[in-house]
């Protein structure tokens, strides 16, 4: 076989995306090729499909019409949801001349902007998966696609090879209503055509190996096998309502797919943040600890969120200052839950943040807005807020890509909106305690707390906050209280495979502090306690706890 010039001989025939039309011309068939069709043209070239049911029948027809014959075809939609690499066969010169008009004139060449699709698959059982007899001639695939058209099937994937099977055809499919499945099956049965079902919509089958889906999709799959349908719901319409927050999606699932273990911990962590969605509002609730007094005058008490995470609130006099401020999405239910314990939001004075992750800075934007109070975190909590990735900065910078567009979603899905004018805290140095330097200080009332700054095993910017004369220690996604959450909450913060490969920036970093800060506390312990006193840590998940109880 050799290449030559398609018709006009000038070479300049060009597909779509830039690619010429590769023509090459076949050898006479022998006497014995005889039976089946012969051809003396092979075209070779890309096209673009739109994905849209009728798309895959509009455009058999037109290689139909022009007497073509495909031996080759290729389209799956997870790769690229409009281009279709095709091989067709043609008696002659001419009828090449005239399939390359008629697909010109159809307009199969001239769409060359990718559109977001209207459809979004996100219920299995819509999709039908079959292999499929076709006769090896000119029409066959035409006149099956139209019957696909007819019950607006969209074809999602195609392989059809004749060098592999020329009567024989894999096609995946989706109707907007699952019940279409079964007509066109009966349809398909009626008009004779022999077949094998590959898969048929069930939810055993792990969405990732389904093939012609996008990744965005096979991400929704997931979700829906953890969360109820109404929050998948509304998590779908916000990613459709914003080009963005899709491609995000997109991005996401795909390095998901590329860091597999860590990417199914990101996927989990996501799926339940996404749940504070539908728990934020009439179904908002909280579990309230404390209050504790320092020594009279001053309350700690404790709030924990729908899905898990704490922030804790002092009250001096009519002073008020949070350590973390919760989600973002709960907002409003945060200063109702402030007003209801008989205090006034609008007296926050300071909120001190342990680092920036959404679920424990996401709602200090709005205390801000709102209240002009004052929001107070590492300086390296910057970089990972103008990058909008918890991993900006990192030294060790693996797994850039996924926590970047996870930062993105989880800013998106749980309405995150960080201080506009933070102010950092000191890191000039003041000593040290166990392996962590004290960085700054603050007083809450007659409370004094040094703030220590983590060795960078969770995120960046990250730091804790230690009153040393009532052995209080404020760790947020350290020394969590796992025990102490109900099955609900351990389920939203995933907790058990988060601590296991967790989304943390170094795993070894985050032991060794694990172990360092655990130290700390029981050696404060055993020196408050010579004086009838004890050290309690607070943690960002669970209940707070004394420092020498096991867990
Ligand atoms: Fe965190
Ligand atoms: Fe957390």
């Given at each position: ?97 005239k ?34 007899r ?123 797919g ?16 996404s ?28 709030f ?6 704490n ?25 109702n ?31 801000e ?70 960085i ?56 058990y ?33 010579s ?21």
């Amino acid at each position: 076989m050799r290449p030559i010039d398609p018709p006009g001989g000038t070479g300049t025939h060009r597909s779509p995306d830039e690619a010429p039309i590769r023509v090459y011309r076949l050898a006479s068939p022998t006497a014995a090729d005889q039976e089946g069709p012969s051809a003396a043209i092979l075209a070779k070239f890309r096209v673009y499909l739109p994905d849209r049911p009728g798309s895959l029948a509009s455009f058999a027809t037109t290689i139909a019409r022009a007497e073509g014959n495909i031996s080759f075809f290729h389209y799956d939609r997870s790769i690229h949801s409009s281009r279709v690499a095709v091989e067709v066969q043609l008696d002659d010169e001419p009828r090449l001349e005239k399939l390359l008009d008629t697909l010109k004139k159809n307009q199969f060449q001239i769409m060359q902007q990718e559109t977001q699709d209207d459809v979004l698959v996100t219920a299995v059982e819509s999709i039908l998966d079959i292999k499929v007899r076709l006769a090896n001639r000119p029409g066959t695939l035409a006149a099956f696609a139209r019957l696909l058209s007819d019950h607006e099937a969209n074809v999602i994937y195609m392989l059809y090879d004749e060098d592999i099977d020329p009567e024989s055809a894999h096609i995946a499919m989706v109707t907007k209503d699952p019940r279409e499945i079964d007509r066109l099956l009966q349809a398909i049965n009626e008009q004779g055509y022999h077949y094998r079902v590959v898969y048929r919509g069930s939810d055993e089958q792990e969405a990732s190996t389904i093939i012609g889906l996008k990744m965005v999709e096979k991400f929704f799959l997931r979700l829906k096998k953890l969360l109820p349908a109404s929050d998948i719901a509304e998590i779908k319409s916000l990613v459709e309502s914003s080009r963005d927050l899709y491609q995000d999606l997109v991005h996401f699932a795909t390095e998901a797919g590329n860091n597999l273990e860590a990417g199914d911990v990101f996927e989990t962590v996501l799926t339940f943040a996404s749940r504070s969605r539908s728990r934020a509002g009439n179904t908002f609730s909280a579990t309230i600890m404390g209050p504790l007094r320092f020594p009279d005058r001053v309350a700690l008490w404790g709030f924990r969120l729908p899905t898990s995470e704490n922030f804790y609130l002092f009250q001096d006099k009519d002073d008020l200052t949070l350590i973390d401020a919760g989600r973002g999405i709960y907002y409003t239910d945060i200063k109702n839950l402030i007003k209801k314990q008989g205090m006034d939001p609008s007296r926050l004075r300071q909120i001190y943040i342990t680092h920036p992750d959404t679920d424990h800075a996401g709602a200090s934007g709005y205390f801000e807005k709102e209240f002009g109070t004052q929001v107070i975190m590492h300086p390296g909590s910057a970089d990972v807020i103008a990058h909008m990735n918890r991993a900006a900065g990192a030294t060790h910078p693996g797994l850039l890509n996924l926590n970047k567009y996870y930062t993105r979603l989880s800013i998106r899905f749980t309405e995150c909106l960080f201080p506009s004018q933070p102010r950092y805290f000191s890191t000039a140095g003041a000593g040290s305690r166990g392996p962590f330097s004290v960085i700054d200080q603050f007083s809450i009332g007659p409370l004094r707390f040094d703030v220590l700054e983590s060795l960078g095993g969770h995120t960046p910017g990250m730091v804790f906050f230690l009153n040393q004369e009532f052995g209080l220690l404020f760790t947020s996604d350290f020394l969590l209280n796992v025990p102490s959450l109900t099955a609900e909450e351990k389920e939203h913060l995933g907790i058990y495979r988060y601590l296991l490969t967790n989304p943390n920036r170094d795993s070894r970093v985050y032991k060794d502090e694990t172990a360092a800060l655990k130290t700390m506390m029981l050696d404060l312990d055993r020196v408050l306690k010579s004086r009838g006193g004890h050290a309690t840590i607070f943690p960002g998940h669970g209940a707070y706890y004394a420092a020498d109880m096991k867990l």
